[in-house]
């Protein structure tokens, strides 16, 4: 069964920094453009950013841009997210997810809470 | 703030019909194609549709996509209680060079 599992969040002050992972099993990582969107408590999806197959190319969100990193090692079949500059209207539930080739994310992980507060 | 705007809610007693509207621009569901996910409580989101009407494998075809223009919309017939969920729909948007989700819409069955 195709599976990713996040990891990584947890409690962070304003202007940290956190890194998380996503571990990919089932399915041939490299051949698929990966994805992490977030829900923010309260509020719907949103999405954060985008990775090619190769690493090659991201796309990130206007309002991260500059403090997230999307990486990925296809060796060890896992996605990173690195977040800097971090802000409270960060603070959210972050999904990895696989960017199907005929259009949508499927399937989803169980998610990572991140939590900016002082 | 979402560019793609869905109503609040919509509900329904069992086995009824319902229907959540998406509305966008020219750069987004005008240019490319729609996604439907359902997300329930405490679970992973699902991709529910893709492609405007086409369903992944195990999805039921009570649920169906279309797309019109600047517009789309799902439709849940014969509603089941387990169909109590948000629904979102999503995007790539050309201006935005990111992906859009809707401002999402609870189903509430009655």
């Known amino acids: 069964e195709v599976q990713l599992v996040e990891s990584g969040g947890g409690l962070v002050q304003p202007g940290g920094s956190l890194r998380l992972s996503c571990a990919a099993s089932e399915f041939t990582f490299s051949t698929y453009w990966m994805t992490w969107v977030r829900q923010a408590p309260g509020k719907g999806l949103e999405w954060v950013a985008n990775i090619k197959e190769d690493g090659s190319e991201m796309y990130y969100l206007d309002s991260v841009k500059g403090r997230f990193t999307m990486s990925r090692d296809n060796a060890k079949n896992s996605l990173f997210l690195q977040m800097n500059s971090l802000r409270a209207e960060d603070t959210a539930v972050y999904y990895c997810?696989?960017?199907?080739?005929?259009?949508?994310?499927?399937?989803w992980g169980q998610g990572t809470l991140v939590t900016v507060s002082s | 703030q979402s560019v793609l705007t869905q109503p609040p809610s919509a509900s329904g007693t069992p086995g009824q019909r319902v229907t959540i509207s998406c509305s966008g621009s020219?750069?987004?569901?005008?240019?490319?194609?729609v996604n439907w996910y359902q997300h329930l409580p405490g679970a992973a989101p699902k991709l529910l549709i893709y492609?405007?009407?086409q369903w992944p494998s195990g999805v039921p075809d009570r649920f169906s996509g279309s797309k019109s223009g600047t517009s789309a919309s799902l439709a849940i017939s014969g509603l089941q209680s387990e169909d109590e969920a948000d629904y979102y729909c999503?995007?790539?948007?050309?201006?935005?060079?990111?992906?859009?989700f809707g401002t999402g819409t609870k189903v509430t069955v009655l």
């Open positions: 492609s405007n009407n």
């Open positions: 997810a696989r960017v199907r080739a005929g259009g949508g994310f499927d399937p």
């Open positions: 999503a995007a790539w948007d050309d201006s935005l060079n990111g992906y859009v």
């Open positions: 020219s750069s987004n569901i005008g240019s490319n194609t």
